[in-house]
């Protein structure tokens, strides 16, 4: 049954009107929709730079402001926010009363500045075209790969295949015509350069060790093999850098991942010294031990006061220091301070214990 107001206006008696007004039982929609309040917008497809790719939005401006923010860390962009159905004058609006917040050109945090993980890195992805890749020391960081310590001060690496050419602030922008090169993985939902095309692109960038570090930790967590990297290095031999990293790959012995500054230096003495390489790091009769030459049975740990101060510490060295005497190895503790002030006697003594018994009588 259609239910319908009858509202008469008249001014003379004689000429009469009748206007007739739908009632929302008529209309079968909410109040707000009838009253008209903001604009009706359908659901839309939006392109998002995290792994989804696309992502459909509806409700309220604010609404799909929150939802864009919500996918990508906190930020969205104003393409995105036009493609959404916000015209100007909305956006304008929003960025007065604080919900968007302009923390680069065209691309805006939503609701607040408090930092997030990897925001800046979807603001640099937001400033460039389809397909674009976080890569070099970015995406090595993003890997979890050793990279100066400097690496997260400096601008997001982006690479780009369209042949790029735009400049903006904090994004340093790299350029390829070479398909295989933007591969994508995606690591924290985020597009990166795969584990290989990410050693070969910061190979020119960081220093031999910091490079074989980086090597080794992508080995160690399985993110890649030496065959791979070869390979990678292989079809790209005239790059600068791709040659070192190939024969790093070659030349490989044990993984050499070390968690300290005291380590990196007892390494590089021992390499100094061309002794054999040992194995860094490695479990051993239930204990983590520093270094260890498998062949001689010779292990060296390096006590530092942070690791080793405490009485559970004393308790644990001297656990360890047992089973290691009772595994029929010899063990050797040393300090950062005799490390720097005795190094020749250290691998003097170091390269007695791993010579033959024989010799070392």
Known sequence: MVIVCRVTLSREPSRAT????????????EPREILGV?????????????????????????????????AQRGRTARWQLLAAGLS?????????????????????????????????????LLTAPPGTLLSHLTAARIWRLHTPAAAG??????????????????????????????????????????????????????????LERALDEALASGLTSRRQVSEAASRNIRRAGSADLRALTLSRGPLTLTRSQAEERFLALIREAKLPAP??????????VDFFWRDAGVVVELDGYQWHSSRSAFERDRR???????????LTRLTWEAINLRALE????????????????
Not at 279 to 286: A, F, I, P
Not at 346 to 361: D, G, M, S, T, Y
């Open 346 to 361: 250290i691998v003097a003594n170091v390269a007695r214990e791993l010579a033959p018994r024989a010799q070392r009588r």
């Open 279 to 288: 194995e860094v790091n490695v479990r051993l009769h239930g204990f983590t």
């Open 88 to 124: 100007d004058d909305m956006i304008r609006t929003r960025v007065s009363n604080g919900l968007l917040i302009r923390v680069r050109h065209g691309v805006y945090a939503v609701g607040h500045r408090s930092p997030m993980q990897l925001a800046d890195e979807v603001s640099a």
């Open 153 to 210: 001060l400096l601008p997001v690496d982006i690479l780009v295949d369209d042949g790029g050419g735009r400049h903006v602030t904090g994004v340093r922008e790299h350029r390829t015509r070479q398909p295989h090169r933007m591969a994508r993985v995606f690591v924290d939902d985020l597009p990166v350069t795969s584990p290989e095309q990410t050693l070969l692109d910061i190979a020119p960038l960081v220093g031999a060790r910091e």
């Open 18 to 29: 009748t206007t007739e007004i739908p009632t929302r039982t008529q209309l079968h929609r």
């Open 38 to 70: 903001g604009p009706r917008i359908s659901n839309r497809s939006i392109r998002i730079v995290t792994q989804a790719g696309i992502l459909v939005v509806g409700g309220s401006p604010e609404q799909r402001i929150a939802a864009l923010g919500t």
């Open 320 to 330: 360890k220091d047992a089973a290691m005497r009772t595994a029929g190895l010899r």
